[in-house]
């Protein structure tokens, strides 16, 4: 370690990188924001990480008259900040998730993903024996599952869901989908999900603009996934499309 | 199919990849960071070193198991990794660690039973057992050539050039020497100082290399995108290929690529699924910077040129297997 002498620069860097990144870490998680970026299972983690930033820093800040020994190369305090500043871009641009989402390619092909996780009776078995369904909340991933799984049970009944319009070039014309961003791990898994609907002025309506749906489920076959043999899904014949806000919490967490 | 994206769709893209995955990456680290320091300051020169068995295949296979008891993914193992190899213990035991703990760590076989639960395919137990037995032969493979290098002294000629397949995870003979210095004196209050600023050292070590894998991995994400990645090479020469370069290029974490990969690759390729599980976890964009910065880039080369080919080979096998069966 090289012996102490003058205030060093180089560690006060590291001290603020440290600092920056660990009250990062933690205001993200207290002050929410981190949902359109990582699953919340995942808070806990990034909070530990914050934490042990912090401490870091504190022990970074009892050497600043020490000189950074190797690997305190500038290239580290470039690339710190410029994370951190890439991200609160992000979340200060706000609507970027669906540019995420669309990004996906792989997303279409959730809709084969049936949800295996528990056998016994929920509230979405529930909810498939009466006759309308509400997607919402976290009801709608179990009630998603379950609609894709059998369609053809699904038929007849009502459906309401909240969605944001996206139009596909190989769907028929007067037809979208109102679609979801689904997130297994962090934004670098994000796809897309949702029901290909037809009626009103769904042909018309503008990508991204988020919209509520009220319908009727019937069937349609076609290959949501890309790529594959066309299969049986679930279509919403729409009643009703208005306008809607964008929920507080728009992606799907399986 | 997908709407085809502006420029600023794609740098929302990459914008949202980079931040999340930053946020999932970075605190996996500092916490491999922390432990490794920890590691580090409490326990004397030596004391792991006496932990492992002493002869390669033995503790080969320790180091292999190891991971079981970490719940972290491989952003904190290469951390672990290193001080392993800086304790004294042999590098073809780091790299079975190294390789093997982002599979068997118990989040990544949860969320492999649970992604692949009701398909009729044993994922979880295929990807653990093509994982060690990648790990294992790579483990020997670094084994062997250490010995033939001590051997042959056309060998330690290319290893001293930095051509040989060696992995030398350590590099701070100084820092470990300010450790085991006045370590009988040391208060509390201290051993913790000296924690954190060990720690910092490594996190300033590593992070940066992170960052620029996390880069190249989210650019290649908003600029070529996976769809166009399952397209472009699904066909020839086939899905093992598919699976590992789609691995490779995403970079996603262990604890979650299962549910990524049965919507990528199932029903259609159960092959390329495994062959995503096995590769991902040991090597990607993102672990290769990260690693370069470890072991220098010369000897990444000499990793991925053996681990890709043997890690497609070791799926097909235990894969043809079970399909025989």
């Keep these: 370690m090289a012996a102490q002498g003058r205030l060093s620069v180089g560690r006060l860097a590291r001290v603020v990188i440290l600092l920056a990144l660990g009250l990062l870490l933690l205001a993200l998680v207290i002050l929410g924001g981190v949902d359109e970026l990582i699953h919340p299972r995942s808070r806990a983690w990034v909070m530990a990480g914050g934490l042990i930033a912090l401490l870091l820093a504190l022990a970074e800040a009892g050497r600043l008259r020490h000189a950074p020994g190797p690997g305190g190369g500038l290239s580290a305090y470039l690339a710190l900040p410029a994370a951190m500043v890439l991200g609160i871009l992000y979340l200060q641009s706000g609507g970027l998730a669906h540019g995420a989402a669309a990004g996906g390619a792989s997303a279409q092909a959730y809709q084969s993903f049936v949800d295996s996780r528990d056998r016994e009776e929920t509230r979405a078995d529930r909810a498939m024996r009466g006759d309308r369904l509400v997607l919402e909340g976290d009801d709608y991933w179990p009630l998603y599952g379950r609609v894709f799984m059998d369609p053809q049970a699904a038929r007849g009944k009502r459906i309401i869901v909240q969605g944001f319009v996206y139009h596909r070039s190989d769907l028929p014309p007067g037809h979208l989908i109102v679609a979801r961003n689904l997130m297994w791990c962090c934004a670098a898994d994000v796809g897309v999900i949702g029901f290909v609907l037809r009626g009103g002025e769904a042909g018309t309506l503008a990508d991204n603009a988020w919209i509520e749906v009220e319908g009727v489920l019937g069937t349609m076959d076609f290959d949501l996934a890309g790529g594959d043999e066309p299969t049986l899904i679930p279509l919403i014949e729409a009643s009703r499309i208005a306008p809607a806000e964008r929920p507080a919490s728009a992606t799907i967490f399986p | ?325």
Excluded: H
């Design chain 2, 1 to 325: 199919m997908s709407p085809a994206l502006g420029i600023q769709e794609k740098a929302g893209v990459f914008l949202a990849t980079f931040s999340g995955l930053a946020l999932e990456t970075l605190p996996f680290l500092l916490i491999g960071t922390l432990l490794a320091s920890v590691m580090a300051v409490l326990l004397p020169l030596g004391t792991l070193k006496r932990l492992f068995p002493s002869r390669p295949l033995p503790s080969i296979l320790f180091g292999l198991v190891l991971g079981a008891f970490l719940p972290v993914c491989e952003c904190a193992t290469i951390p672990l990794a290193r001080r392993l190899r800086d304790e004294g213990i042999p590098e073809s035991t780091a790299l079975a660690f190294l390789l093997a703990a982002p599979i068997v760590n118990p989040l990544s076989i949860i969320s492999t039973v649970v992604a692949f639960r009701g398909t009729g395919l044993p994922m979880a137990p295929l990807r653990l057992a093509a994982g060690l037995g990648t790990a294992f032969l790579m483990a020997l493979v670094l084994e062997i050539s250490t010995q033939w290098r001590r051997a042959s002294p056309v060998a330690a000629s290319l290893g001293a050039r930095g051509l040989g397949v060696a992995l030398p995870l350590g590099r701070s003979g100084a820092r470990r020497a300010a450790i085991e210095a006045g370590r009988e004196k040391r208060g509390l209050v201290q051993t913790l100082g000296l924690v954190g600023r060990t720690c910092a050292d490594d996190f300033f070590d590593s992070s940066r290399y992170l960052i620029l894998g996390l880069l190249v991995a989210a650019a290649l994400r908003a600029f070529v995108g996976e769809g166009a990645l399952k397209e472009g090479l699904a066909t020839d020469p086939g899905a093992l290929f598919s699976g590992s370069v789609a691995a490779y290029v995403l970079s996603l974490c262990s604890t979650a690529d299962a549910f990524v990969a049965r919507s990528l690759f199932f029903p259609e390729s159960s092959l390329g699924a495994l062959a995503f599980l096995v590769l991902g976890p040991m090597l990607d964009i993102k672990n290769t910077i990260l690693l370069s910065g470890v072991v220098g880039v010369k000897r990444i080369g000499p990793l991925l040129a053996i681990l890709l080919p043997l890690s497609a080979a070791v799926c097909y096998v235990f894969y043809a297997f079970w399909a025989a069966l």
